[in-house]
């Protein structure tokens, strides 16, 4: 890599992620673009062995830089990422995830020939204890859209997911319009991605498998409790906030009522989840009355009264 411009910086937050971390770096510093890049680590307050590991690859390539935090959570390492980078675009790899080697080549040359503002690839799930891969689906046809049909297919969160981590952004989406992570609540990707399209103008595809994405037991999708329902409902709610503050949500308001059932959906497999971990706990059905009745009340037109009520839901 020559000359002092940063084209691109891939935000990787650490967090107890020992067994992970090195597979996640060696992906990384293995990439074969020619292009300039920056490998930014938030150490988020980590207690196991990670940043050993970080600070041995550290010395070797000095292409990577370390910044420290006290634990914030993942969000909050996202923004501090998002401060700390320099690079044109940016990307976030999660440090139990790892690219393939073509990751940011195909990315980044995908955005300066179409001009995007973002840029999305198709994605491998890795199952972390058998190794199988399997693909994503469906997968989005190859091409360059205009943001906002891309924001109604986040909305739906069906062909476009609202992942954070399988795309790369221009860094100025987020700079320019103060975008940050929600801090202190999970599917933060949720929120987010709507907004990132909304502030953009042209988004490129690419078919390529660029990410894989673990399941491993112990991440927040791994470990799904009655709290992370509550703040898959909170974000829910967020994204209608954010739907009426930018004056978006007559337009978007049926796709919007179609995420709440496929949000309805989604939550009751949670809770069946919840009571197979805790048979004991027999009040899956009154738990998932009340998440149906927050959805209801969320795409109704009575939003003064729903947004005074997002955070009282609690759950048995």
Known sequence: MNGDKINVSIIVPVYNVEQYIERCLKSLVEQTCSCNYEIVIVNDGTK???????????????????????????????????????????????SDDFVSPDYIKLLYESAVKNDSDVVYSNYCNIMDESGKKIGNFPK????????????????QDITVRSYVWNKLYRRRVFTDNALEFPIGINFEDFVVMPQVFYHSERVSFIPESLYNYVHREGSITGSLCKKDIKNYLIAFSMLRGFMEEKGIYDKYKFTYWVLSKKIDITIYGMLIRCWSKDPKNTYVVKNYLKSRNFLKLYTSKDYSRA????NQIEFI
């Open 307 to 310: 947004s005074s009520s997002h």
């Open 48 to 94: 196991d062995n990670s940043m050993e590991i970080v600070r041995r690859f550290a010395d070797e390539y000095k292409f990577i830089k370390i910044i420290e935090q006290e634990n914030g959570g993942l969000s909050s390492a996202r923004n501090t990422g998002i401060a700390n980078a320099i690079g044109e675009y940016i990307a976030f790899v999660d």
């Open 140 to 155: 989005h046809k190859k091409g360059v859209f205009d943001a906002e049909k891309i924001l109604k297919q986040t909305l």
